[in-house]
């Protein structure tokens, strides 16, 4: 090898290191990092750009694990942003609806804000009516994670940590959280949550992704066609808390064992449409045997022919069709997003498990490790 043709190597991967460095133009099959403000606190934020082979790309913030951006293209190749969020960290400091986030301690809803673990009764913040609401007022969403650029073999990966200490927001132990996000060469978004905690506690963690397939700001989400792996859900009171019962979604709207409109039914007099003011409810999926993830839904986007797939190791799925958006949130590039156009499946344990003794449990115990895997994959059908 010549001089010259050594030189010209080492400036190559000199300005690799570069790019790397500044967040300029993205490289296949590479992270970035830039700047994406500051916490109110004055601590800096940071923006993960991890582009695959093919060209997707996750962008990812520290604060609160945010997912800013998904890029997946449509059947012709052409990619967009699938997921609803805000262009700086201020967006996310100021957010209420949880988009991209990672929610926890305990996703979903807690019943009158409490619940008991061996006779002691323990208190959290009501923050949804007599609720609580993911995680409390500061849930894991508002919190600056520390984030490593993990090498991967089939993709690009980021892992966040955090220490929720024993009493944040009510809840017992120190719960030491790690998630790892890889966005795979085959435009799969691959969350692996793992926590262990030094006192018993309830763990309930989820990804708040808000979605629309045919591109954010693009309008509503009512004709994406849905699939969801339950044949039952567990209805909500007035104050969207399960009433315990798992009904079949035989002969209602909550049926979409075969592929229906999202917005084919949303809008019937049917008493738990209108308590959720369309879906916010929690679907039973039907698990196959065994250990590994299950599909637990399937989305088709007509026009574009962008298609999602859910995959998870959880037993339930929040299907939410952003009936609580109302137009006045600004987004990604002056965006608003109104009712209905996006829509999220968060995957968790049943809302209100820790005061729902039929349900699966969320209880993390010292010594033992809360792990769950969901994965996003995206692809394209005629
Ligand atoms: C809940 C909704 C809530 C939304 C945003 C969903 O998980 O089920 O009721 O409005 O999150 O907080």
Redesign the pocket.
């Known amino acids: 090898m010549s001089r010259g043709m050594t030189l010209t190597i080492l400036t190559g991967a000199l300005l690799m290191n570069t790019l790397a460095q500044t967040g300029a133009t993205p490289q296949l099959g590479s992270t970035t990092k830039k700047s994406f403000g500051k916490t109110p606190g004055g601590q800096p934020v940071d923006l993960y750009v991890l582009t695959n082979k093919s060209g997707a790309e996750a962008a990812i913030t520290n604060y609160g694990v945010a997912v800013v951006s998904l890029k997946v293209p449509d059947r012709s190749g052409k990619l967009a942003d699938v997921v609803l969020g805000y262009d700086t960290a201020d967006g996310y400091v100021n957010d ?3 988009f991209g986030a990672l929610v926890g301690r305990y ?3 807690i019943g009158h804000a409490q619940f008991v673990l061996d006779g002691k009764t323990y208190t959290l913040a009501k923050n949804n009516g007599e609720n609580s ?2 995680g409390g007022i500061a849930g894991f969403n508002k919190a600056l994670w520390t984030a490593r650029m993990l090498p991967a073999k089939d993709g690009q990966s980021l892992e966040l940590s955090y220490l929720s200490k024993d009493g944040e927001e009510g809840f017992p132990g120190d719960l030491k959280v790690t998630v790892t996000y890889t966005l795979t060469d085959a435009n799969a978004l691959k969350i692996d949550y793992s926590a262990t905690t030094e006192k018993k506690t309830v763990v309930n963690l989820t990804n ?1 992704s808000y979605f629309n397939l045919a591109g954010q700001g693009a309008g509503d989400i009512l004709g994406h066609l849905l699939t969801i792996q339950a044949d039952k859900f567990t209805p909500v009171d007035s104050g ?1 808390i399960p009433t315990g019962e798992l009904r079949d979604v035989r002969g209602t709207p909550f049926d979409f064992r075969k592929s229906t409109a999202i917005g084919a039914r949303i809008d019937r007099d049917e008493e738990q449409l209108k308590l ?1 003011g369309g879906y ?1 409810h929690n679907f039973v999926l039907r698990r196959s045997a065994g250990v590994g993830e299950s599909l637990a839904a399937r989305v088709v986007e007509p026009a574009s022919g962008r298609v999602l797939e859910v995959w998870t190791t959880e037993p339930g799925v ?1 299907f ?1 069709t952003g ?2 958006l109302d137009g006045k949130t600004v987004g990604k590039g002056g965006t608003t997003y109104p009712k209905r156009s996006a829509f ?1 499946l ?1 995957t968790q344990h049943f809302p209100d498990s820790p005061n729902q003794p039929k349900f699966p449990s969320a209880v993390l115990n010292p010594g033992d490790r809360y792990h769950t895997i969901t994965t996003y994959k995206f692809s394209t059908e005629k």
Request: a neutral charge; hydrophobic letters at 15%.
């Open positions: 209420k609806s949880y996703g979903n809803r609401l993911h708040h969207l959720g916010d929040q939410y009936n609580f999220c968060e």
